[in-house]
């Protein structure tokens, strides 16, 4: 069985040594919650084609969302935008839901693992000061491995947990605004993340190629 979600990225590239802001000066509360170590495995072909397709397919462990994922482009939307198809299942083969999905972009290709991510979060939910829960803020230390290679950084995600865009603009403004102060606490990248939880229910009762064919007619008429 699988459950889909919306999902819309900010991501902040930051230095090791970035302090985070102090968002109750934007009249938030700031509550900090458990942390996280995640731990995940990435694969694709040996010719990164679903890299190349703009899709993640991951098994991760350690939070609420244990199991597969296929993360697919939007018809209509820029690259900050992205469909989450997740299947519970742990296994160490890409589980028959997903293979279904992909089978169009992989055109025979085997599937193989390319990388290896530890991560270790910390996540704070910002509310309104009336209680309201608005955008989960994370703190991730990542160790990625792969193809012979290694590389550690610090990033930050904003997520949306209620429909309030000026509370995430006001955050995100308030997170841009600190970390450009000082070259040794910069934004080096950003991206946007916004979860919406739903929405496709109806669509993934159909044939699992629809669900393909909806994501990439624009890019590969063939599938049309």
Partial sequence: ????????????????DFVLPDLTTLGFRVDIQPALTLDADYYDTERT??????????????????????KVPVLGADHTTRDEIRVSAMGESVPTE????????????????????MTRRTPYLISSSAHEALVELVDDHVDVSGAGSHSTFRELELELVADSP???????????EHGSRGSRRRLVHIRIRKDQIGGLAAQLQRDPLDVVRRHFHDVAPDLR
């Fill in 1 to 16: 069985m699988t459950e889909e979600f919306r999902e819309t990225e900010f991501k902040f590239r930051v230095e090791p």
């Fill in 49 to 70: 084609t679903l890299l190349r397709w703009g899709v993640t397919l991951r098994r991760r462990s350690g939070g609420a969302d244990d199991g597969w994922h296929a």
């Fill in 98 to 117: 997903l293979v279904q999905i992909l089978t169009p972009l992989l055109r025979g290709q085997d599937v193989v693992h390319r990388a290896h991510v």
């Fill in 166 to 176: 000026a509370a995430r603009a006001a955050v995100l403004a308030g997170v841009v």
